[in-house]
């Protein structure tokens, strides 16, 4: 009997053994799926902002000036209308020639002109334009280097590689050396980045009117989508009776939840634009397809804040006299409230980050205007960056990171908002 005992209890021991040795393996298992997780995003953020923190900062030249009379105002009427058509590209052009007196020859000029990048006269202009009596002065002005000069400066040219192996010349190369020699090269913050649209030229283009066709874009969707959604979900789960018909209306809002988003943008292309005729490219058909899209999120979430709410709370509100409406309302609706916001932030947030939709319906053109309405045309920052990731130039690629930062920031932001939202509204019973 004792021998059998001790049989038994070894057996015991060796499956408590066993057992103990496979919930470790399963916790290490657990572990290393994290830890591998965690090392993949890691590496992402360290990538994305590795290649995008530069395009914060933009390289300038320093050049003295001079805004000639002749040149800005022949007349000398200060008209505004003559003084947005002067040549200040040529004035710039002058400073460079003034800094670099042996240049002579016409390839030679045109290399050196090409440090500065175009849009460098724009600022200029506007500059005079707000006070024109600098005219006749010399004015000690950064300008904008060319995107190529910036990346050289940033370290992403090599400049001990071989002519051919770079988009900077030789002689190119010791212009700039002499004017950071001078210190005439520095890098200013890139405040463009955030106040301009998209541009041909990387070092004039900014994220200004992708935002705001976002900004747009996610009124139009949130004016939408919010009430549609909660009335949806209150009479789905309040007021309708339980039969074959709603059951088929729950399935397919389930299955409208999982649809890839570019259907979406073929129903918005069909409908909305061949059929209705809306503006193409517009925050406002953009709007429409996205509260198509995130529609079956909110009133999913919505419901499920509504069936949290106890019975208990209908069940009182109804015996103190309540009618039906008044106990959804005045009961039901402010404690399910912190769940209908949350599910609406994460469903906006989810369409902040689309672009497939928005590539069908003509998004994807190249807008520099900031547009002012929603039926304006505009871009989407998903899109914006859909766009730059196209570019060859090397300068696109920091800014194609840059704009995933801010796009990120925005996400998490409205992810923030959801649960700041979720415990300020909460309601404990």
């Given at each position: 009997?004792?021998?059998?005992?001790?049989?038994l209890k070894?057996?015991?021991?060796?499956?408590?053994?066993?057992?103990?040795?496979?919930?470790?393996?399963?916790?290490?298992a657990?572990f290393?799926?994290l830890?591998?997780?965690?090392?993949?995003l890691?590496f992402?953020?360290?990538?994305l902002?590795?290649?995008?923190?530069?395009?914060?900062w933009?390289?300038?030249?320093?050049?003295?000036?001079?805004?000639?009379s002749?040149?800005?105002?022949?007349s000398?009427?200060?008209?505004?209308?003559?003084?947005?058509?002067?040549?200040y590209?040529?004035?710039?052009?002058?400073?460079?020639?003034?800094?670099?007196?042996?240049?002579?020859?016409?390839?030679?000029?045109?290399?050196?002109?090409?440090?500065?990048s175009?849009?460098?006269?724009?600022e200029?202009?506007?500059?005079?334009?707000?006070?024109?009596?600098?005219?006749?002065s010399t004015?000690?002005?950064?300008?904008?280097?060319?995107?190529?000069?910036?990346?050289?400066?940033?370290g992403?040219f090599?400049?001990?590689?071989?002519?051919i192996?770079r988009?900077?010349?030789?002689?190119?190369?010791?212009?700039i050396?002499?004017?950071?020699a001078?210190?005439?090269?520095?890098?200013?913050?890139?405040?463009r980045?955030?106040?301009?649209g998209?541009?041909?030229?990387?070092?004039?283009?900014?994220i200004?009117?992708?935002?705001?066709?976002?900004?747009?874009?996610?009124?139009?969707?949130?004016?939408?989508?919010f009430?549609?959604?909660?009335?949806?979900?209150?009479?789905?789960?309040?007021?309708?009776s339980k039969?074959?018909?709603?059951?088929?209306?729950?399935?397919?809002?389930?299955?409208?939840?999982a649809?890839?988003?570019?259907?979406?943008?073929?129903?918005?292309l069909?409908?909305?634009?061949?059929?209705?005729?809306?503006?193409?490219s517009?925050?406002?058909?953009?709007?429409?397809?996205?509260?198509l899209?995130?529609?079956?999120?909110?009133?999913?979430?919505?419901?499920?804040?509504?069936?949290?709410?106890?019975?208990?709370?209908?069940?009182?509100?109804?015996?103190v006299?309540?009618?039906?409406?008044?106990?959804v309302?005045?009961?039901?609706?402010?404690?399910?409230m912190?769940g209908?916001?949350?599910?609406?932030?994460?469903?906006?947030?989810?369409?902040?980050?689309?672009?497939?939709?928005?590539?069908?319906?003509?998004?994807?053109?190249?807008?520099?205007?900031?547009?002012?309405?929603?039926?304006?045309?505009a871009?989407?920052l998903?899109?914006?960056?859909?766009?730059?990731?196209?570019?060859?130039?090397?300068?696109?690629?920091?800014?194609?990171?840059?704009?995933?930062?801010?796009l990120?920031?925005?996400?998490?932001?409205m992810?923030?908002?959801?649960?700041?939202?979720r415990k300020?509204f909460?309601?404990?019973?």
């Amino acid at each position: 009997m004792n021998k059998h005992a001790s049989q038994l209890k070894g057996r015991v021991a060796q499956g408590l053994t066993r057992r103990y040795r496979r919930e470790r393996y399963f916790r290490l298992a657990g572990f290393g799926a994290l830890l591998v997780g965690l090392v993949f995003l890691g590496f992402f953020f360290v990538t994305l902002i590795g290649n995008g923190y530069t395009a914060f900062w933009q390289t300038n030249i320093r050049l003295d000036v001079e805004l000639t009379s002749s040149t800005i105002d022949p007349s000398g009427d200060l008209d505004p209308a003559i003084l947005g058509r002067a040549n200040y590209l040529g004035l710039i052009r002058d400073a460079l020639r003034a800094e670099f007196p042996q240049v002579t020859g016409r390839g030679d000029l045109r290399a050196l002109f090409s440090l500065v990048s175009p849009g460098a006269s724009f600022e200029l202009r506007d500059q005079v334009l707000e006070d024109p009596s600098l005219i006749g002065s010399t004015l000690s002005l950064w300008v904008l280097a060319d995107d190529d000069v910036d990346m050289l400066v940033k370290g992403h040219f090599d400049r001990g590689a071989s002519e051919i192996e770079r988009r900077i010349t030789d002689q190119q190369l010791a212009w700039i050396e002499q004017l950071e020699a001078d210190g005439r090269v520095d890098q200013h913050f890139n405040y463009r980045f955030f106040s301009s649209g998209d541009s041909r030229d990387p070092e004039m283009s900014g994220i200004w009117s992708a935002t705001m066709g976002s900004f747009y874009m996610l009124l139009v969707t949130l004016a939408l989508s919010f009430p549609l959604g909660v009335a949806t979900a209150i009479y789905l789960e309040e007021f309708s009776s339980k039969n074959k018909w709603t059951d088929i209306v729950e399935v397919n809002i389930n299955n409208l939840a999982a649809v890839p988003s570019i259907v979406f943008g073929l129903l918005g292309l069909a409908v909305f634009i061949n059929f209705f005729g809306l503006p193409r490219s517009a925050p406002l058909v953009g709007g429409l397809v996205l509260t198509l899209m995130t529609l079956p999120v909110i009133i999913i979430a919505a419901r499920a804040a509504l069936t949290s709410v106890p019975p208990s709370i209908r069940e009182a509100a109804l015996a103190v006299g309540a009618s039906k409406t008044q106990m959804v309302f005045h009961h039901v609706m402010p404690l399910a409230m912190p769940g209908m916001l949350t599910g609406t932030i994460i469903g906006m947030a989810r369409a902040l980050g689309e672009s497939a939709p928005l590539l069908m319906i003509g998004m994807v053109a190249f807008i520099v205007d900031v547009p002012e309405s929603p039926i304006d045309p505009a871009t989407a920052l998903p899109v914006q960056v859909y766009l730059w990731a196209d570019s060859p130039e090397r300068a696109f690629v920091e800014r194609t990171s840059a704009a995933i930062l801010v796009l990120m920031a925005f996400l998490l932001a409205m992810n923030a908002a959801a649960i700041v939202l979720r415990k300020r509204f909460e309601k404990r019973w």
